[in-house]
């Protein structure tokens, strides 16, 4: 084999480049675009680094929880709604068609003001009838006191007769008596010789007519009698009537007095001091006080509320039951506005439960009333020990409220990891009440700030991180 051919002629010479081909501009182009290339992409690259490298934390930010969360934390809340004790649907005792509509929603309305008027002629009419009947009862009345004022007077007359026969009577008795005296001296004397028989005859004579003459006056003293009982009847029928006559005034009156009733009850009025919160029917409409299914009359002309016996409402689960007790102070809040807290305390709590919802009923009393209060309004209601003070503005009550997950201890202190941006910081914070997976935060933390839920234990101050994407 020949290995000369193989061998490297050190010797010759390297060809001569051609002149006129400069190659910096290329590589400065080359450079150029790697380096476009690199600005382009180096977003992408370092995101795609850290996708794989940096850890990934769920956060949560910050926020300044309302007061009634913010008392939640102290004691036991529940739901509920502004209610009024005091609440009356107004209707008539009678049926019968509106005519006049005195109130609208909101309308303030005083005890015994007329709401509305039902048309009422014909009980109109029947009033104006049982007038009538009274007026016509009492001139009975009058009458029959006239009847029995007259016999009255003829009781009277009729006894002074009878008076006046009966002293006839015993005159005539004693002529009687005198006459037979005399008829028995006369007889005396024609015996003896001394008196003539004519004599006797006249004194018979007399003595008969005495007789017949008492015997007139007895009759006259029996008829007497008789007319004083006669009158004496009439009397008592006359008193009767009168007694009659009062007593038909007495029913007249009666009928009168329901005539009026029954007038009045076509005048729909407020029972009480209150509030219009619901119409319910317009003038032309029949309302009547027995509706049923089916019936185009209404029920109810409008609905009242006395807003002087608003209470608050709640239905407490049976688990939390247990740390409510009566009389004890709870913290109200309205849903309209949350931020202001209504005192109250617990009035009643309801002897039975509800079996579907495994709740029991709640009635807080509240200290005071203004003019935000509405029947059926939302409100949150925070049930305090009796023991505990009342939380009030500026009194250091925790308004910052954070998941118990963004704690965590390092070193021995308790604080969160606060993610300014992609790097982490460990802020220490003081921690107040813990309830349902919440915790008051009192010093610490501010508004807006973004917290590490759940940090990996591995974490650390200073270290970046990825967030999760929500």
């Given at each position: 084999?020949?290995?000369?051919?193989l061998?490297?002629?050190?010797?010759?010479?390297?060809?001569?480049?051609?002149?006129?081909?400069?190659?910096?501009?290329?590589?400065?182009?080359?450079?150029a675009?790697?380096?476009?290339?690199g600005?382009?992409?180096?977003?992408?690259?370092?995101?795609?680094?850290?996708?794989?490298?940096?850890?990934?934390v769920?956060?949560f930010?910050?926020?300044?929880?309302?007061?009634?969360a913010?008392?939640?934390?102290r004691?036991?809340?529940?739901?509920?709604?502004?209610?009024?004790?005091?609440?009356?649907a107004l209707?008539?005792?009678?049926?019968?068609?509106i005519?006049?509509?005195?109130?609208?929603?909101?309308?303030?309305?005083k005890?015994?003001?007329?709401?509305?008027?039902?048309?009422?002629?014909?009980?109109r009419?029947?009033?104006?009838?049982?007038?009538?009947?009274?007026?016509?009862?009492?001139?009975?009345?009058?009458?029959?006191?006239s009847?029995?004022?007259?016999?009255?007077?003829?009781?009277?007359?009729a006894?002074?007769?009878?008076?006046?026969?009966?002293a006839?009577r015993?005159?005539?008795?004693?002529?009687?008596?005198?006459?037979?005296?005399?008829c028995?001296?006369?007889?005396?004397?024609?015996?003896?010789?001394?008196?003539?028989?004519?004599?006797?005859?006249?004194?018979?004579?007399?003595?008969?007519a005495?007789?017949?003459?008492?015997?007139?006056?007895?009759?006259a003293?029996?008829?007497?009698?008789a007319?004083?009982?006669?009158?004496?009847s009439r009397?008592?029928?006359?008193?009767?009537?009168?007694?009659?006559?009062?007593?038909?005034?007495?029913a007249?009156?009666?009928?009168?007095?329901?005539?009026?009733?029954?007038?009045?009850?076509?005048?729909?009025?407020?029972?009480?001091?209150g509030i219009?919160?619901?119409?319910?029917?317009?003038?032309?409409?029949?309302?009547?006080?027995?509706?049923?299914?089916?019936?185009?009359?209404?029920?109810?002309?409008?609905?009242?509320?006395?807003?002087?016996?608003?209470?608050?409402?709640?239905?407490?689960?049976?688990?939390?039951?247990?740390?409510?007790?009566?009389?004890a102070?709870?913290?109200?809040?309205l849903d309209?506005?949350?931020?202001?807290?209504?005192?109250?305390?617990?009035?009643?709590?309801?002897?039975?439960?509800?079996?579907?919802?495994?709740t029991?009923?709640?009635r807080?009393?509240?200290?005071?009333?203004?003019?935000?209060?509405?029947?059926?309004?939302?409100?949150?209601?925070?049930?305090?020990?009796a023991?505990?003070?009342?939380?009030?503005?500026?009194?250091?009550?925790?308004?910052?409220?954070?998941?118990?997950?963004?704690?965590?201890?390092v070193?021995?202190?308790?604080?969160?990891?606060?993610?300014?941006?992609?790097?982490?910081?460990?802020?220490?914070?003081?921690?107040?009440e813990?309830k349902g997976?919440?915790?008051?935060?009192?010093?610490?933390?501010?508004?807006?700030?973004?917290?590490?839920?759940?940090?990996?234990p591995?974490?650390?101050d200073?270290?970046?991180v990825?967030?999760?994407?929500?």
């Amino acid at each position: 084999m020949d290995l000369q051919s193989l061998k490297i002629d050190r010797t010759a010479k390297t060809p001569a480049k051609p002149r006129g081909r400069n190659p910096w501009p290329v590589r400065i182009a080359a450079l150029a675009v790697l380096g476009a290339a690199g600005w382009l992409f180096a977003p992408s690259l370092l995101e795609f680094a850290d996708r794989v490298r940096l850890p990934v934390v769920r956060t949560f930010v910050v926020s300044e929880a309302a007061p009634s969360a913010a008392a939640a934390v102290r004691g036991t809340a529940a739901n509920g709604y502004v209610v009024a004790s005091r609440r009356a649907a107004l209707s008539s005792d009678v049926p019968g068609r509106i005519v006049e509509l005195n109130v609208r929603e909101g309308s303030v309305v005083k005890k015994g003001d007329v709401v509305a008027r039902l048309f009422a002629d014909e009980y109109r009419a029947a009033l104006q009838r049982a007038v009538a009947d009274v007026g016509t009862a009492d001139s009975a009345v009058l009458r029959a006191q006239s009847a029995a004022a007259a016999a009255a007077t003829d009781t009277a007359q009729a006894v002074s007769l009878q008076a006046t026969a009966a002293a006839q009577r015993q005159e005539g008795e004693a002529g009687k008596k005198w006459a037979d005296a005399e008829c028995t001296r006369a007889e005396e004397l024609v015996r003896t010789g001394i008196g003539s028989p004519r004599d006797v005859e006249r004194a018979v004579s007399e003595r008969d007519a005495q007789l017949a003459r008492l015997r007139a006056l007895a009759a006259a003293e029996g008829s007497a009698a008789a007319a004083v009982d006669t009158a004496r009847s009439r009397k008592a029928t006359a008193d009767a009537d009168v007694a009659v006559a009062r007593a038909q005034v007495l029913a007249a009156i009666a009928a009168r007095d329901l005539a009026q009733a029954t007038l009045d009850k076509t005048d729909v009025r407020a029972p009480f001091d209150g509030i219009v919160v619901l119409k319910d029917a317009e003038v032309g409409e029949v309302v009547s006080p027995n509706v049923q299914g089916g019936s185009a009359s209404r029920g109810a002309v409008c609905t009242m509320v006395d807003f002087d016996s608003l209470e608050v409402q709640a239905n407490v689960p049976e688990t939390t039951l247990s740390s409510v007790r009566q009389g004890a102070p709870a913290d109200v809040f309205l849903d309209a506005f949350p931020d202001d807290r209504y005192e109250g305390i617990v009035d009643r709590i309801w002897p039975t439960a509800d079996r579907q919802k495994a709740t029991v009923e709640v009635r807080v009393r509240l200290a005071k009333r203004d003019e935000r209060l509405r029947p059926e309004m939302g409100v949150r209601i925070v049930f305090r020990d009796a023991a505990e003070p009342a939380p009030t503005a500026g009194s250091g009550t925790p308004r910052i409220l954070v998941p118990e997950q963004v704690l965590v201890e390092v070193d021995g202190k308790t604080g969160v990891f606060v993610v300014p941006r992609d790097t982490v910081r460990f802020q220490v914070v003081t921690a107040g009440e813990r309830k349902g997976g919440r915790v008051a935060i009192d010093a610490g933390l501010q508004k807006d700030q973004r917290l590490v839920l759940d940090p990996p234990p591995s974490l650390r101050d200073g270290d970046r991180v990825r967030l999760q994407d929500n």
